[in-house]
C-alpha cells in the first residue's frame, strides 16, 4: 500500500507535468499516468489501493466542492439566482437524455442503462471550472454581471442533478417496483435538504471556530470530515429520501464565508494546496481502473456520443439564458465554461463496472474518453476567450 501511495503521487506529478508543458491540463497527464501504472499497465498498484480508490475519488470530490462555497457569499448568489436555477437544470437535462438516447442507438443500451451513462457524462467538472472561475473573479473579469460566479453555482447545482438522475437510474436498474417518477420528482426536494444540511453544519462549525480556538490547519480537517459525514449519512438515507450532499458540501463552505470571510479567504488558500494531493488520486486512479480494450471498443461511436452531448448541452446553455441579461458573447462563454467533463467522471464512471451492470466497462470507458475529449478543449477555450467575451477586469479602484 505504501509503495502504491508513491507510485501514484509520483507518476501523477510526472504526468502533469508533462501535459502541462506541452499546454494540455494535468489531469489528462494524470490519467495517462493511472493507465500506466495500473492493472493494463506496468501493474504497479496492489489490490489495496485499487479496492478504496472509489473512496478516494470521493473525498477529490468533496474537497473542490469546499473549495467552490468558499468562493462564493449569499450576496452574490441572491443576484444570480434566478439566472442559475435554469442554467442548473436545463443543459444537464438535455445533454442526460441525448447522450442516453445514442448511447442506446449506437451501443444497443437499454434505456435504464443509457440513463447512468447519460447522466455520468452531463455533469460538468469543479476539477476545471471552479480554479479557472476562481481566478477570473479574483481578476475581476466578468463582475459586472457575475458570470464566473454564476457559472460556479449553477455547475454545482449541475451536478446535484446529473449524480441525482444517475442514482435514479441506479436504483431503477436493481428495484422493480421503484417508482420512477417519484425519484425524479424528489430532485428539488433533495436540492432543499442538502443546502439545509450544508448551512446547519456550516452555522456549527462556524460557532465552534468562534468559540474555541483551533488553527486553520486543524480547521480544514474538520471541514473534510464533516463533509465525508454528510456525503455518508446521505447515503445511509439514500433509500428513505435522497439528499443533495454535493449540494450541502458547497453549502458549508459558502455558511463559513458568509460569517467570516476573512476565515474563508484563509481555508481556501489551504485547501487549494490539499488539493494538489486529492487530485493526483482523483484522477490516476480512475486511469488505473480503465480497461484499455473497452476504450478502444467505443472509438470513433464514443467520439459521436460525446460530440452529441456537448451540442445538447449548448443548446440547453442558450435555452436556458435566453431571456436573461447576458450579451451573446457572456451566453457563449458560459457554454464553454460548462463543457469540461472530469471530476464526477471520475468519481463515478466506474461505479456502474463495480455493481456488475452489463457494459459497465464501456460506460467507464466513455466517462474517460469526455475526460480527454473535453477538459483540454474546455480549459483552453476559457483561457482564450474569457476576457474577449466577458470584457477587461474590472476596475475596482
Same mark, same amino acid.
Given at each position: ?65 469546499? !473549495? ?146 483551533? !488553527? ?39 455558511? +463559513? ?19 494538489? $494531493? ?32 456537448? $451540442? ?49 466497462? +464501456? +460506460? ?34
Amino acid at each position: 500500500m505504501m509503495m502504491s501511495l508513491a507510485y501514484v503521487i509520483v507518476f501523477g506529478l510526472i504526468g502533469a507535468w508533462a501535459f502541462k508543458f506541452i499546454r494540455v491540463p494535468g489531469l489528462v497527464g494524470m490519467i495517462v499516468a493511472g493507465v500506466l501504472i495500473g492493472p493494463e499497465g506496468l501493474g504497479l498498484l496492489d489490490d489495496t489501493m485499487l479496492a478504496v480508490s472509489e473512496d478516494l475519488r470521493k473525498i477529490a470530490l468533496i474537497i473542490i466542492l469546499l !473549495r467552490a462555497g468558499l468562493g462564493l457569499n449569499r450576496r452574490v448568489l441572491k443576484d444570480i439566482g434566478k439566472k442559475a436555477s435554469a442554467l442548473s437544470i436545463i443543459p444537464v437535462m438535455f445533454e442526460g437524455f441525448a447522450v442516453a438516447l445514442l448511447t442506446m442507438w449506437l451501443f444497443d443500451f437499454d434505456f435504464v442503462r443509457a440513463g447512468m451513462i447519460g447522466f455520468i457524462i452531463a455533469a460538468v467538472s469543479p476539477a476545471v471550472i471552479v480554479p479557472a472561475m476562481l481566478i477570473l473573479m479574483k481578476r475581476n473579469v466578468g463582475k459586472e454581471k457575475n458570470v464566473p460566479p454564476l457559472v460556479l453555482s449553477a455547475a454545482s447545482v449541475d451536478d446535484v442533478v446529473a449524480i441525482t438522475m444517475f442514482s435514479t437510474f441506479v436504483s431503477v436498474y436493481f428495484s422493480t417496483s421503484l417508482n420512477v417518477t417519484f425519484q425524479i420528482m424528489s430532485i428539488p426536494l433533495s436540492v432543499v435538504l442538502g443546502i439545509v444540511l450544508g448551512m446547519a453544519v456550516g452555522y456549527a462549525l462556524v460557532w465552534l471556530f468562534i468559540r474555541y480556538r483551533i !488553527r486553520d490547519t486543524k480547521k480544514i480537517v474538520l471541514l473534510i470530515a464533516f463533509g465525508i459525514l454528510m456525503v455518508g449519512f446521505a447515503d445511509a438515507l439514500e433509500d428513505y429520501v435522497l439528499v443533495a450532499s454535493l449540494l450541502g458540501v458547497m453549502a458549508l463552505g459558502v455558511m +463559513i464565508t458568509e460569517f467570516k470571510r476573512p476565515l474563508g479567504e484563509r481555508l481556501s488558500l489551504k485547501l487549494d494546496k490539499v488539493w494538489v $494531493f486529492a487530485e493526483l488520486f482523483l484522477f490516476v486512479l480512475v486511469g488505473a481502473a480503465l480497461e484499455l480494450s473497452a476504450l478502444a471498443s467505443v472509438g470513433l461511436l464514443g467520439v459521436v456520443v460525446i460530440a452529441g452531448g456537448v $451540442f445538447a448541452r449548448s443548446l440547453g446553455v442558450w435555452l436556458a439564458t435566453l431571456r436573461s441579461d447576458l450579451n451573446r458573447g457572456e451566453r457563449a462563454f458560459v457554454a464553454m465554461a460548462f463543457l469540461p467533463k472530469a471530476t464526477v467522471q471520475a468519481a463515478v464512471g466506474a461505479i456502474p463496472l463495480s455493481l456488475g451492470v452489463p457494459g459497465g466497462e +464501456i +460506460i467507464l470507458a466513455l466517462s474517460v474518453l469526455a475526460i480527454v475529449l473535453t477538459a483540454p478543449v474546455a480549459a483552453a477555450l476559457i483561457r482564450i476567450f474569457a476576457t474577449r467575451l466577458l470584457g477587461q477586469p474590472a476596475n475596482t479602484g
